[in-house]
């Protein structure tokens, strides 16, 4: 009767085991790829992430926004020639050298909101530039290796088949999990992008405040913004890197089950560390 039921256990066993596996693999390589991805993703400026997309976003940015820009631009030109009359006693003290000085700040504006595609994309280039060469530096590999997996294999078939049913049911809601931090990953890294879409789209309204003291914190701030949005990857590359180092220090074949939902915390931990990098990019760019 024990032979029997030592029989049934080892079918059990046969059947149960490679499927275990195969959830193991799958789950890690669903995380793998998507924290692979993010890499590539940060470091893709918003030119090359979809070129459709953004040559959407520029026709309606110059056929829509920016005849608004230049509206506010004259206004803000004559606001700043009407102040400088005004700070020469209407005239009465006359000097020729501030007419200059008001054509010279004009045209400067002018520039700024003609060009304003380049200006915001050259931040993105420099934030390109950071994030590719942290890239270098940072160990992103999450991956399990085949080593691993053969241990917590070796580790699984001497276990008994009830804490082999108990182990089947963890990972099975731990893949589920995991499989949910992944996407939300997914989620966190396109807001960003289309965030970053959104804010060049209203760009040459807050470039157009340039050309009058009072009104440009309008455009100072939104440059930080940029720059915030631009580093924000940087942030990310960072995020990853701790995770990778946390991932390496887990051992898989001493204890499975605790490794596992060790796994699934610092997932998560990785999905709250990349939502909270806007709030901490922007809070160090004064950019709130």
């Keep these: 009767m024990d032979r029997l039921f030592e029989q049934i256990e080892e079918h059990l066993k046969e059947l149960i085991i490679p499927y275990l596996m195969s959830c193991l693999s799958s789950m890690f390589n669903c995380v793998n790829d998507e924290v692979g991805a993010i890499a590539s993703d940060v470091a893709t400026t918003p030119s090359a992430f979809s070129p459709s997309v953004f040559n959407m976003i520029r026709n309606i940015s110059d056929t829509v926004i920016m005849p608004i820009a230049g509206i506010i631009l004259t206004f803000v ?3 700043e020639l009407i102040q400088l009359i005004i700070s020469y006693n209407n005239l009465a003290n006359f000097e020729t050298w501030f007419i200059w000085k008001w054509v010279f700040k004009t045209a400067i504006a002018v520039e700024l909101i003609t060009h304003t595609f380049d200006f915001t994309m050259a931040v993105f280039d420099v934030a390109q530039h950071v994030i590719t060469n942290a890239g270098g530096i940072i160990s992103a590999s999450t991956a399990v290796d085949a080593s691993a997996l053969a241990s917590m294999q070796s580790t699984i078939e001497a276990m008994d088949i009830w804490s082999i049913f108990a182990l089947f049911f963890q990972v099975s809601i731990i893949m589920i999990l995991t499989q949910l931090s992944s996407k939300l990953i997914f989620v966190i890294i396109m807001v960003r992008m289309i965030e970053i879409y959104m804010y060049v789209s209203m760009a040459p309204i807050p470039f157009a405040t340039w050309g009058n003291k009072e009104h440009s914190a309008m455009g ?10 631009g580093f924000q990857g940087f942030l990310i590359m960072i995020c990853v ?8 220090s887990i051992s898989f074949s001493s204890d499975i089950v605790g490794s596992l939902w060790s796994v699934l915390g610092y997932t998560f931990l990785l999905g709250l560390s990349l939502f909270k990098t806007s709030t901490v990019s922007k809070a160090i760019l004064n950019a709130m």
């Design 220 to 229: 100072m701030h939104f440059v930080k913004s940029l720059f915030a949005l």
């Design 77 to 79: 030109a004559c606001y």
């Design 241 to 248: 890197g701790i995770y990778a180092m946390l991932i390496a």
